[in-house]
């Protein structure tokens, strides 16, 4: 039975900052409609009133803001099991009773009470509706109060997740995002397998995060010859990065066929402390790693810098 009563909030947001994440996105309300905050149209399904017996949407975004992060709400539109949202199916979506007694009420207390910093809106595709299910779900109304009346209006970032027409999730251009789902146990613990894996993946973006964090695409995704290799640059311009899956060979030469090396060209290896020789080819940059690559701590993923190449 789902208690949470190992759960502790500072402990998850120091799990998470170790693991290099910006923002966090906890699941307020899934597909069957169980709150993890208390909620007047869901009495008695709620991690208030029933399981936990405490509002685990305000433990964890106090916990997480005080680790300097941003916290973002998961929200599920669509309840399998409401009868107000089975009685609208049954009307085609000619009524909207449950979006009007339950959905907007809940969604405004989400918004008022948490001020999350992101809104993870889903569930709404599948509703059966003749016409546009965004009408439906009133999400032209509920989006304009959002940004125009509430108390995020100027800070929240929502997906696209409101309709069988929809976008999809955030599509904000050249800034892309990685969200990793990190299930917890029903006693409320992070798994000692998925903590490993997170402060793996914390401890590689601190030494490549300048490859990932505030990146933008480069001209090309990935290298013709090694599709292994993935390009990113700074937004500046000033740097690329190719970040390749393949362990170099400690004194090997490596070919990267799509940059094009200019006078002032320099490269490094993240995570070593040197300049790495290259020589300019007709087909790209031959780069000639050292013999001491430290493997101790260069895992994974391995990125070569370049800086002023074209």
């Not at 008695?44 to 941003?70: I, K, T, Y």
């Not at 009420?105 to 809106?121: A, F, R």
């Not at 402390?273 to 080819?281: A, V």
């Amino acid at each position: 039975m789902f208690k949470a009563e190992l759960f502790n909030p500072d402990e998850w947001a120091s799990v998470i900052k170790r693991a290099g994440a910006k923002y966090v996105v906890l699941t307020s309300k899934h597909h069957e409609g169980f709150c993890n905050f208390p909620n007047p149209q869901h009495f008695s399904w709620n991690s208030m009133e029933v399981g936990p017996n405490r509002d685990l949407v305000a433990d964890l975004s106090a916990s997480v803001r005080a680790a300097g992060l941003r916290m973002g709400l998961y929200h599920s539109l669509r309840e399998w099991f409401h009868p107000l949202y089975l009685q609208d199916q049954k009307d085609n979506c000619s009524t909207t009773s449950f979006v009007d007694e339950i959905i907007t009420p809940t969604l405004m207390q989400l918004v008022n009470t948490y001020k999350p910093d992101v809104i993870w809106s889903d569930g709404a595709g599948d509703t059966p509706c003749t016409y546009d299910s965004i009408r439906y779900w009133k999400a032209p109304e509920f989006l304009s109060w959002v940004y125009n009346e509430s108390p995020v209006k100027d800070t929240v970032v929502i997906n696209d997740r409101w309709g069988n027409n929809a976008l999809g999730d955030y599509t904000t251009g050249d800034d892309k995002n990685l969200l990793l789902n990190a299930g917890p146990t029903a006693d409320g613990r992070i798994l000692p397998i998925f903590e490993e894996r997170l402060t793996q993946m914390g401890t590689w973006l601190s030494i490549n995060g300048e490859a990932i964090y505030g990146s933008v695409p480069w001209r090309v995704q990935n290298d013709t010859v090694d599709r292994n290799t993935w390009y990113t640059a700074s937004k500046d311009g000033l740097s690329v990065y190719a970040i390749t899956f393949v362990a170099p060979t400690p004194g090997g030469e490596f070919v990267l066929t799509q940059p094009v090396p200019t006078v002032s060209t320099s490269v490094t290896l993240l995570g070593y402390n040197g300049i790495l020789p290259f020589t300019s080819q007709s087909d790209g940059v031959q780069i000639t790693f050292p013999v001491d690559i430290p493997f101790g701590t260069l895992r994974y993923a391995w990125t070569i810098k370049m800086t002023n190449v074209n």
